[in-house]
Structures are given as structure tokens and as C-alpha cells.
């Protein structure tokens, strides 16, 4: 499709050396090929050129002094990439990988997630490439504080709400709360994911692992089953790994893995959820400390993975959840974990699996979650917790749960209505992908060339 390559062809000169985010803006256009051909005013309008250059980019400099007294140097970012809908809306992620081309591959499918939900929130994305492994509770405030010293300019209760991502959690959005209260001495709902004692969301923590298996129990339902007793492999251990571990058993699930930077832990019994808890959340340890506790549990360290492929998907298991990190799942780990018999996956993490992966999914007409829509449950209660801000209220963790359950519930439906509209029933992948970009295309249309 010669938009499509003339697209890429042109993110290619003018944002150079973004993989990440060239692959997104591809497999997003490949499936908007049939709303595009059926209706000529997107083109006419230039929505494709439009949606995939941000409205803004935000690139600054981090300066902190480390515990020693030395300066440390690191580079920002905030992506603020499209407000059709409502204020920027995306987290915030401290990794040593971030750069310019993840950011904003980020904040590209952001836009389509945040409309999915139906809530007024627009798209964008930040952090940087800080690591906060290792460091002490001192540095990173110091880091934070000089973060938000350049980004309070930014950002607004109406305007850009920031949350949390990998490396950035509770302890990381305090000290960026603090710091932007000090500036502006205004007392606001500028973040979310914050403390339930100034300002926070019960299920605010819970929602993007809780809303990947409601999503899959969707899909699952919908095929005339269910995850009662479903083996479940999950890749990751941080907050979108242990809360999907944690609804997983509540709805009668058996989660058999987790696994983190170091490696992998296959406990067939069942994962031990306490302990994972009190190794990453707690002790913020290698998951590699459990086998301490459980002897009948299996550690696999990286250095043992599968040639282009990681652990956790060659391990025996009906559904699957991806909740680590991007390209996570081959399409070799894909075709293993068909042939061993897996029906279903849901995505917590943003695009973990690669484009050849995907493919592999869809043409075995599994139930597959895209991650636009299956963990699009976070993003939908950091919205919840801007709403509650906004009236000065505090909902009931069930209050919460039931509009997270009914916003899941929601975009399943809205994605799937979508695919079958358009001749390809259970391609969930297009349907999210139409069904997003449909209401962001239109609103951009109703407000001009802006």
C-alpha cells in the first residue's frame, strides 16, 4: 500500500533510527487499509500525516548528584501527541533504553488505547533513560526533582497528566508530585498513580493486570469458555505481572510463571504470589531468591533462553500474557506456544509481540488481545482517578473494579463489533486499530486543521 510506505519512507527522514516506532506506525496502518479505502475524506483531510508527527516533542537535559557527589547527566522526554480527545494522558518511564524512538512509539499506540476507552483523554508519552535499580531512595528523589523542575512547565490537570510506567511507581510519582507542588505551589491532579493518602484511586495499581484478564476472559467467553482453570503463562514481575497473577487466581486461573531481567520461574504447582510480591515489591530482588523458598520451582536464566526467543513461551500453558516490555514474543516463541496448545493471549505490556508474532496469532484465528485494547485498563483508571480529583471525591475499590470491569468489557465489544464490520471476525487487532483511530480521526476532522 504505497501510503503506507510513503509514510514510513517519510518518519524514516525526518525522525531517523526509531524502529520501535516505525514498526507501530506500520502495523497500525496495515489494518486501517479497509476505513481508509471506504472513506477518501481521511485522506482528503491528511489524518495518517497528521496523526503520526506529535503535536509536540519535549526533549530536555536531567542533571542530579549521585550519593558520592558526582553530577550524572540523562536525557528527558515528554511526547505530547495528540489532544483531539482530551489532555495528553500517558506515563512516565525511567529505563536505561529509553530514547526518542521508543517514547514515541509509546505514545503513538497511547492515542489509540486512550480512545478506545471512550473516556476524554488524549495521547502521549515520556521519561528517561535513568535506571532506578541500584540507586538509593535519595538519588532518585533528587533525580524526580530535577525531572519535574523542566517538566512542570509542560503538564496540567488539564492540559498533559502524566502516570507511571516501568521504572516509575508509587515512590517515583510522590517525589514528582512533591516537587511539582513546590514549583507551582498548586495542590492537583497532575499525575496519576498516586498515594492513596493525597490523592489516589483505589485499583489505580491493579488496573492494567486486572483489566488484561477481564479482557481475556472476554475473549474467551465470547468463544464459549472461560479461564476457570486455565494454566497461565505471565512474562514479567512487576505491577502488571502481579496483578494479572492476582485476578488470575481469583477467577479460578493457575498462573504458572513470572520472570524478570535476570531470568525465568516456572512453579508448576502454581506462582507462590506473596513471595513475588515481597522479592520485586519489597526487596526489589531477582526473582531468582524464590527458589529459595520453593525447591520444586524451576529458574531459568537468561543465558539458558531459546535461540530468539524468551522462556516463559515455551513453557506448557493455555492463555498467555505478555506483560514485560516491547518485542518480548517471537514468532518463534508464537509458533511454540500453538503447538503447545495455547488458545489465547492477552497483552499487558505495550506491543510485546513482534509484527511476524502477531501474524502468526491472527491466522490461527486464536483469541488474541492486542495490547491497545487489553491493557488499556490502567490508563482508563488513571482517568477515574483525574475524575475523582476533579470532584474532589473517593470512589470504593468495587465502585472502581465495576467501571474498570465495564470499560474492558466495553472495548472488547467495540473492538469486536469493529472487526466483524469490516468481513474479519475475531481480528481484534483491526478492530481496535479502526475502532481508535475512527474517533480520534473524526474529532480531528470536527476541530480543524490544527
Known amino acids: 500500500m504505497t501510503y503506507i510506505h510513503q509514510t514510513i519512507s ?25 476505513i481508509l479505502e471506504s472513506n477518501p475524506i481521511y485522506q482528503q483531510q491528511a489524518i495518517i500525516q497528521r496523526l503520526v508527527e506529535p503535536e509536540r516533542q519535549i526533549i530536555f537535559r536531567v542533571p542530579w548528584v549521585d550519593d558520592n557527589g558526582d553530577i550524572q547527566i540523562n536525557k528527558g522526554y515528554r511526547i505530547e501527541f495528540n489532544s483531539a480527545l482530551g489532555p495528553y494522558k500517558g506515563g512516565l518511564r525511567f529505563h536505561p533504553s529509553v530514547n526518542a524512538g521508543i517514547i514515541k512509539f509509546l505514545g503513538f499506540e497511547q492515542i489509540f488505547k486512550n480512545a478506545l476507552t471512550g473516556l476524554p483523554i488524549g495521547g502521549g508519552k515520556g521519561g528517561a533513560n535513568f535506571n532506578p535499580k541500584g540507586k538509593s531512595d535519595g538519588e532518585i528523589m533528587r533525580f524526580c526533582q530535577s525531572f519535574m523542575t523542566e517538566l512542570y512547565r509542560h503538564i496540567g490537570p488539564t492540559t498533559d497528566v502524566p502516570a507511571g510506567d516501568i521504572g516509575v511507581g508509587a515512590r517515583e510519582i510522590g517525589y514528582l508530585f512533591g516537587q511539582y507542588k513546590r514549583l507551582t505551589g498548586r495542590y492537583e491532579g497532575v499525575l496519576t498513580g498516586k ?8 485499583v489505580r495499581k491493579e488496573a492494567t493486570g486486572y483489566g488484561a484478564v477481564y479482557f481475556a476472559n472476554y475473549m474467551l467467553q465470547d468463544r464459549g469458555q472461560s479461564l476457570q482453570g486455565k494454566r497461565c503463562l505471565v512474562s514479567g514481575a512487576g505491577n502488571v505481572a502481579i496483578y494479572a497473577m492476582e485476578k488470575l487466581y481469583q477467577l479460578g486461573a493457575l498462573p504458572v510463571s513470572c520472570s524478570d531481567s535476570s531470568g525465568t520461574i516456572y512453579h508448576a504447582q502454581g506462582i507462590d504470589l506473596d513471595l513475588v510480591k515481597d522479592i520485586k515489591e ?25 535461540e530468539n526467543g524468551h522462556a516463559v513461551w515455551h513453557l506448557d500453558g493455555d492463555v498467555a500474557f505478555p506483560c514485560a516490555t516491547q518485542n518480548e514474543l517471537t514468532e518463534t516463541d508464537a509458533k511454540v506456544l500453538l503447538s503447545n496448545g495455547c488458545i489465547a493471549v492477552s497483552e499487558g505490556a505495550n506491543m510485546p509481540s513482534t509484527q511476524d508474532a502477531v501474524n502468526t496469532f491472527i491466522d490461527a484465528k486464536i483469541a488474541y488481545g492486542p495490547g491497545k485494547a487489553a491493557n488499556a485498563g490502567g490508563v482508563a483508571t488513571s482517568q477515574l482517578e483525574m475524575a475523582q480529583n476533579a470532584s474532589m471525591q473517593s470512589w470504593t475499590f468495587e465502585e472502581v473494579d465495576q467501571k474498570l470491569q465495564q470499560i474492558m468489557k466495553n472495548i472488547f465489544n467495540t473492538a469486536n463489533d469493529t472487526a ?22 473524526d474529532a480531528m476532522i470536527e476541530q480543524g486543521v490544527v
Open 195 to 202: 498515594s492513596l493518602l493525597w490523592g489516589g484511586s483505589l
Open 10 to 34: 517519510g518518519l524514516q527522514q525526518t525522525s531517523p533510527a526509531q524502529a520501535e516506532f516505525y514498526q507501530a506506525v506500520e502495523e497500525v496502518l496495515e489494518s486501517l487499509a479497509p
Open 420 to 441: 466483524m464490520e469490516y468481513g474479519q471476525p475475531g481480528n481484534l487487532v483491526l478492530g481496535a486499530n479502526i475502532a481508535g483511530f475512527k474517533r480520534v480521526a
Open 282 to 306: 519489597k526487596s526489589r530482588a531477582s526473582l531468582e531468591r524464590y527458589i529459595e523458598t520453593h525447591a520444586d520451582a524451576q529458574y531459568i536464566p537468561v543465558s539458558e533462553y531459546p
